[in-house]
């Protein structure tokens, strides 16, 4: 504790107070002074005294004040360690690029072979379907990704250079300088085999970039980072708007595919109708009507909607350590609404729990340790309430 207090004390003298907030992994919220970012740990002085939280169980950093909004750059150029860079400007030359960030924040530079693609246009509703479709095609060549009067066209060959008003394209043996404002977009050949490490956390800044970080390092008012890739550059606090080191420790079960669904109808055979059993299968990300999942007040992003009788069986893919959500009846359906919940791991009762629309929402955090097999049953109410439904808002697994 000596070692982060002298940290915290030479932070103070050297630079302004950066007002934090901490989210760990198990759900507990730190606020207070930022008073050591490092490779180890992060250490937050609240009121309360000094909190050293090890990085392993951070999930998010964030400035207690966000940074205010301003208009986004249109290039989008992807890492292939999956960084996403918002820049205002891309350049290549002699296998070398060069990517301009907005206002006065230095130039990172990356050799081509880091680079996936390139975006040098915005992406719009009419164009992004074809886009989507081109990003997920495997090729043998770079791509030259031209937008027409009918949408996107692509040519095969070899990307040389690419400057602020053309593109250098090999196409037959020819070299061919393709005016840049014709240009949608870029892909570039990677050959197979490249290893990476593992990114610890990524960087959301106010442009709209997002950096997967190996390392992360605060300096005064500055934090310098670097990718999986090799990629280098800084961050002026000012401009950062959250910290993420979820990523691989947090798995929401709406991104699982379960290993069987079955709804069973209060009336009628045991085996349904396969339409009919679409119909009543859970949904994700929403609310069983096209809506947010919404309880008592607060929207989720992620969850799960579910019918009554449901049984949901997950194989989970590793370890965990925690099963966590809120559980309750849609703020639409209030006070109506009341299922049972039973959750089972490993054949083990984790939890039995009447849920009703006359109480408010329940949070959830049931220990999964050595758990591999995951099931959840929203099983038919009392008093014959037998069409209802349950929100799960914010499911997932915490490792």
Known sequence: MAYWICL????????????????????Q????????????????????????????????????????????????????????????????????????????????????RDVAWVRLQPETEALAPAWKKLLETKTDADLLVLRTDQGLDYHRGIIHQVTAETVEFELDGERIPVKRNRVFGLMFRHAAGRSLPAAVGVLHDINGSQWHVQKVMLEGQILRWSSPAGVSGTTPWGELVRLDFSEGKIVYLSDLEPEAVRWTPFLGPAEVPASQAEFFAPRKDRALEPRPIQLG??????????????EIVYRLPRAFRRLQAVAGIDDQIKPNGHVQLVIRGDDRVLLDET?????????????????????????????????????????????
């Open 8 to 27: 915290w004390v030479i932070a103070c003298a050297e630079s302004p107070l950066l007002e934090v907030q901490l989210r760990s992994l198990d759900g």
């Open 29 to 112: 919220v730190h606020t207070g002074i930022l008073a050591a970012l490092s490779e180890q740990a992060i250490g937050v002085q609240t009121s309360s005294g000094l909190i050293s939280t090890p990085l392993e169980r951070v999930a998010e950093l964030t400035p207690k004040t966000p940074p205010s909004a301003k208009p986004a750059p249109s290039v989008c150029v992807q890492l292939v360690d999956g960084s996403r860079a918002v820049v205002q400007e891309f350049v290549l030359e002699e296998g070398k690029v060069r990517l301009q960030r907005s206002g006065s924040t230095p130039p990172l530079e990356c050799a081509r």
């Open 297 to 310: 007040g607060k929207k989720y992003t992620k969850g799960l909607a579910i019918h009554s009788r449901t």
């Open 355 to 399: 849920i009703s629309g006359k109480e408010p929402p329940k949070p959830i955090d049931l220990d999964i340790t050595g758990v591999r097999r995951l099931v959840i049953l929203v099983d038919f109410g009392q008093d014959m309430d037998i069409g209802d439904h349950l929100l799960l808002g914010e499911i997932k697994l915490v490792q």
